[in-house]
């Protein structure tokens, strides 16, 4: 079966700029996490969406929002980008059920902001 | 002090050996514990899902949580060239919130 897609795969944006990635989950998966990670910070947790409602939230500034559709396909969308931003982007995506239980990762959207 | 601690090495066996792998952790609502590979310029890939205390393996894994030590452990048996990638670890209580370790990168060196 198809995997977790991700788009774009890569993206460099200007200071100031917005951007939007995107996730396509597994078929069948209602839960959609989403994951920045940096050589300095490691992976952190960004939010997580299931069923189209958003179940937690990480320690991330407002700039950083996200949504679920009804296809469960999820969008994180950047605002005001700063050069702290850069950074591979993660979504995983499961049945939702259980934490941390069948998450299956995308290969991220590598992210450089100039 | 991180939530999760792993020492990210790097650190380097050869082919065949036993390869050992370890966090620490300091929240005790933490009760789903996960170990994930990944390869440069992939996504995470879960290797190992336990739930609480105890041991599991499947395969050439083994994977061990203590948590009265707050300690959970990873190892690989005959180690090939194909295991060297960075190797991390996951936990979560009921939040669907993962943190993770800050990642080992393991050679094996053949």
């Known amino acids: 079966k198809a995997g977790v897609t991700q788009t774009p795969r890569y993206l460099i944006k200007t200071r100031g700029q917005q951007v939007t990635l995107s996730c396509s989950p597994i078929?069948?998966?209602?839960?959609v996490s989403w994951y920045q990670q940096t050589p300095g910070q490691g992976l952190q947790f960004l939010f997580e969406?299931?069923?189209?409602?958003?179940?937690n939230k990480g320690n991330f500034p407002g700039r950083f929002s996200g949504r679920q559709f009804s296809n469960s396909r999820s969008e994180m969308n950047v605002s005001t980008l700063e050069l702290g931003d850069s950074a591979l982007y993660l979504c995983?995506?499961?049945?939702?059920?259980?934490?941390?239980?069948?998450?299956?990762f995308g290969s991220g959207t590598r992210l450089t902001v100039v | 002090q991180k939530e999760v601690e792993q020492d990210p090495g790097p650190l380097s066996v050869p082919e065949g050996a036993i390869v050992s792998l370890n966090c620490t952790y300091s929240?005790?609502?933490?009760?789903?514990f996960m170990w994930y590979r990944q390869y440069s310029r992939k996504g995470p890939e879960l290797l190992m899902y336990?739930?609480?205390?105890g041991n599991k393996e499947d395969g050439r894994f083994t994977a061990q949580v203590d948590k009265s030590s707050k300690y959970i452990s990873l190892f690989i048996r005959d180690s090939q060239p194909s295991d060297s990638a960075t190797y991390l670890c996951?936990?979560?209580?009921?939040?669907?919130?993962?943190?993770f370790g800050a990642g080992t990168t393991v050679t094996v060196r053949a």
């Open positions: 995983a995506s499961s049945q939702g059920l259980t934490p941390g239980n069948g998450y299956t």
């Open positions: 336990t739930y609480s205390s």
């Open positions: 078929s069948g998966h209602r839960s």
């Open positions: 996951a936990m979560s209580s009921n939040d669907y919130k993962l943190s």
């Open positions: 969406y299931f069923s189209e409602t958003q179940r």
């Open positions: 929240n005790s609502a933490f009760q789903y």
